[in-house]
């Protein structure tokens, strides 16, 4: 699914608008219908008819929307109180169009100007913010700012946005203060980016997205670099399976890891790669490490380093090997650095797809020049936030945490997966995937050895660096959303996520 920019959107909604016989008024009123069809079937909108609504709405478009959605509500049987924000001296005409049917019914409706006195909004009411839409994006003056403030310190029963949080910037990053802090979002056809980033999270709360009969030929042809990845997406990658197929169709990788102390990583990241689907696996650990893999999987092949406790050569051949996972509980020992920049040298000239995680992304941050020789295009880092930070230093804000991961990739020829909510995939080509699954019980130690083996597990299997990286992802997220549901995210741990691999295929084959 393309993430688009306010403009695109804009665009998208005069095609329908010329090309589709609907008009900008009906456009506007299959957003409010789709925003009261969920409101009405949502638990947390309970006692519908006895708890009342405050609609606030602004003059622009996004105001008509509220309007509209307020007549239909009133319709219903709700409690509707209309409060309209003078936040401007333009009225759009679908806002006067809406504002002049609404006047027909026996709404009660106020409209209030910069300055006044605030008015008292009860708390025990369910408030729709329907003041600025996605094009907002400057800074709104005092008065209003107070309003806002004023509005988020009430602690409604919910309080919904639609489309996007008032005052929410679409593209840019901005100052906190003057943010409606909604409880639900709804927004039409496709996610708004500020929705995938942690700072905003406390603003856009639960959101959803609405369909409201976009023409999907007309948006395969926009242009974008951003992309939310969907069942639909993972879909059309998934390869099924041939009757007549062997082990050898399915890829020869393996994973080097581990030290004392930290073979369950190793544990893991195999076990992930087995249930992904790979047909041949290898581990290379350090000699503490042998029992332990043989006993725990025999469907894997071990070979261990001289040493017992740390891997301090890493001497395989890799003539017949698919892909590569290494860095997975590895540890900082000298020659381990030293074992992992000679291994690196070794593959340049491989052209071997390698995964490194781990404690091999902590041996690089230390010596970044090493991303110089690592096989262009087809490596794929996987840092969660700190080690990411470790490796290319801090951000001020999340616009700007994305132009690194870009700009990394660019440099680098690399492919980075920056672990966290909305795990994001950043290209070669500069692209940016953000994943839609997941949940915070996956914050528990050994979740991203269990991504990096999954990840791997693609790649010996022939898909390309790209496609491991979103089949990864998204079923690592919902093998995640899977254990959850049925032992909550408090009790999760990472073995969870790997037990729920096998259901999650079977919601993507479709």
């Not at 010596?367 to 110089?372: P, S």
């Not at 254990?483 to 996520?497: F, G, Q, V």
Request: charged content about 20%.
């Amino acid at each position: 699914m393309k993430i688009l920019s306010s403009s695109q959107i804009k665009k998208v909604d005069q095609y329908c608008i010329d090309y589709e016989s609907i008009s900008s008024i009906e456009l506007m009123e299959k957003a409010a219908k789709s925003c009261f069809n969920w409101i009405i079937r949502n638990k947390s909108f309970f006692k519908i008819k006895e708890i009342p609504f405050i609609v606030l709405s602004g003059v622009g478009n996004n105001g008509g929307d509220g309007l509209f959605l307020a007549q239909m509500l009133y319709f219903f049987g709700a409690k509707i109180s209309v409060y309209i924000l003078s936040t401007s001296n333009h009225f759009s005409n679908e806002f006067l169009i809406a504002k002049k049917k609404i006047l027909r019914y026996n709404i009660p409706l106020r409209i209030i100007h910069e300055g006044e006195k605030f008015p008292f909004l009860n708390k025990k009411s369910h408030l729709i913010d329907a003041i600025f839409g996605i094009g907002f994006n400057r800074s709104i003056n005092k008065y209003w700012k107070s309003f806002f403030h004023y509005i988020n310190e009430n602690n409604f029963q919910n309080v919904l946005s639609i489309d996007i949080p008032s005052g929410l910037f679409m593209e840019k990053s901005q100052n906190f203060t003057g943010i409606i802090k909604a409880t639900h979002t709804l927004t039409f056809q496709t996610p708004k980016l500020p929705f995938l980033l942690p700072d905003y999270e406390y603003y856009v709360g639960k959101w959803t997205i609405l369909d409201i009969g976009w023409k999907k030929d007309f948006i395969k042809n926009i242009h974008t670099k951003k992309f939310y990845i969907d069942n639909q997406c993972v879909s059309s990658i998934y390869r099924k399976r041939k009757k007549f197929s062997h082990k050898g169709n399915y890829g020869n990788g393996i994973i080097i890891g581990g030290s004392y102390g930290m073979i369950g990583s190793v544990v893991l990241s195999a076990k992930s790669s087995l249930r992904t689907g790979i047909g041949k696996l290898s581990v290379y650990v350090p000699y503490c490490g042998y029992e332990i893999i043989q006993s725990s999987f025999p469907e894997v092949i071990v070979k261990t380093d001289k040493k017992k406790d740390y891997i301090s050569d890493i001497t395989i051949s890799s003539s017949n090997i698919n892909a590569i996972g290494i860095g997975i509980g590895m540890g900082k020992n000298p020659k381990t650095e030293y074992a992992l920049e000679s291994f690196l040298l070794k593959i340049k000239q491989k052209k071997i797809p390698i995964v490194i995680d781990a404690d091999a992304l902590n041996m690089l941050s230390n010596r970044l020049e090493l991303l110089n020789i690592v096989p262009k295009n087809i490596t794929i880092i996987t840092p969660h936030p700190k080690e990411f930070c470790r490796l290319f230093g801090k951000w001020k804000n999340d616009y700007q945490k994305l132009s690194i991961l870009r700009k990394k990739s660019l440099k680098y020829k690399i492919f980075i997966v920056l672990k966290g909510g909305h795990s994001i995939i950043s290209t070669p080509c500069g692209h940016l995937y953000f994943n839609s699954t997941g949940n915070p019980g996956m914050a528990t130690a050994g979740s991203g050895d269990v991504l990096t083996g999954m990840i791997m597990s693609f790649l010996s299997q022939g898909y390309t660096p790209k496609e491991s990286c979103i089949m990864g992802v998204y079923l690592h997220g919902l093998s995640g959303d899977i254990a959850s549901k049925k032992l909550s995210e408090e009790s999760m741990i990472s073995s969870d996520i790997i037990n729920n691999i096998g259901e999650a295929y079977q919601k993507i084959i479709i």
